[in-house]
């Protein structure tokens, strides 16, 4: 259950504890509060499945999430606000007064590397986080589109499948150049075992979907996190010797099928700037469905 009894108290932003707002207070989450925060965040299933689907994965205390849970709730109780305070950071709140003292956390935390929210939210967060002190490195529009049922039935593919450890020769570095282009920072010089090692968990949980013929890695989409309700995939790649053939539209609408089984929608962020991938998501699809910022900051 959600510690309810510290919310007037004050001190440092150490682990384990809270800062307080007028109205607000902010709280390190622990396991026992699982099913609430779930149940919280279920409310939104778009838009949270990112966390969603690391709680279900991970649990909420645990070094594969990269960060910590903090939650809000009113002086009665009542969750307000919840945020994944971390090398990404991510925040899902009601009321201002949440946005106002998860900032104060993520300001004495260490430095994320990115915040990734719906542009109104995660700009408040962002303005309450630095207080004009900071300037990020560079902030990226996002486009979040959605599918649901029907899909399109294409042309199958007949070797596209889940990824097993043999492919991570191809899948790392496809994966790596991707993070490049959309960070400016190589993984593989900057965190190259870490990278490594999630890369070769995606693969060993089911959750990397690849295309390789003759030894090359024709398409790829990883499936990040998962939840009954949504099903949020990135790192959607086609060889750049394979484009305008027709893989990125098969391959998608087949995965679309494969992941609509069991999960309600699918949804992905791709980049304002490029429209050649939206289009194709449109053409299998996707909708759109909210506009996102990515803040970059500075290492």
Not at 51 to 72: E, K, Q, W
Not at 173 to 182: D, G, L, R, S
Not at 268 to 289: D, F, S
């Amino acid at each position: 259950m959600l510690d309810r009894a510290t919310m007037s108290r004050e001190s440092g932003a150490t682990p384990g504890t809270q800062v307080s707002t007028k109205a607000l207070a902010a709280f390190q989450l622990t396991g026992e509060d699982e099913q609430e925060v779930l149940a919280f965040l279920s409310e939104r299933p778009l838009h949270t499945v990112i966390m969603a689907g690391f709680i279900r994965d991970h649990g909420l205390v645990s070094p594969l999430n990269r960060g910590t849970f903090y939650a809000c709730c009113d002086h009665l109780g009542h969750l307000k606000g919840i945020a994944l305070i971390g090398h990404a950071t991510l925040v899902e709140a009601r009321v201002d007064a949440a946005l106002i003292a998860l900032a104060q956390v993520a300001r004495m935390a260490p430095a994320p590397r990115i915040m990734l929210g719906e542009h109104e939210e995660i700009e408040q967060f962002w303005n309450y986080y630095a207080e004009n002190r900071e300037t990020p490195r560079f902030v990226r529009r996002e486009l979040l589109f959605e599918q649901r049922w029907p899909v399109e039935v294409r042309e199958a593919v007949e070797g596209l499948r889940l990824a097993t450890k043999d492919d991570l020769k191809l899948v790392i570095p496809a994966h790596a150049q991707m993070a490049f282009e959309e960070s400016r920072v190589n993984p593989l010089e900057d965190d190259p075992m870490g990278f490594r090692l999630r890369c070769e968990r995606r693969i060993m949980q089911g959750r990397t979907w690849v295309l390789v013929e003759a030894g090359r890695l024709i398409f790829k989409a990883e499936v990040v996190a998962e939840t009954p309700a949504a099903t949020y995939i990135e790192g959607v790649y086609v060889n750049p010797s394979d484009r305008d053939k027709g893989y990125a539209l098969r391959c998608l609408s087949q995965l679309s099928h494969r992941l609509l089984e069991r999960s309600s929608s699918i949804c992905l962020l791709v980049n304002e700037q490029n429209r050649r991938a939206q289009a194709t998501y449109q053409k299998v699809g996707y909708k759109l469905r909210a506009y996102y910022d990515s803040i970059h900051l500075r290492r």
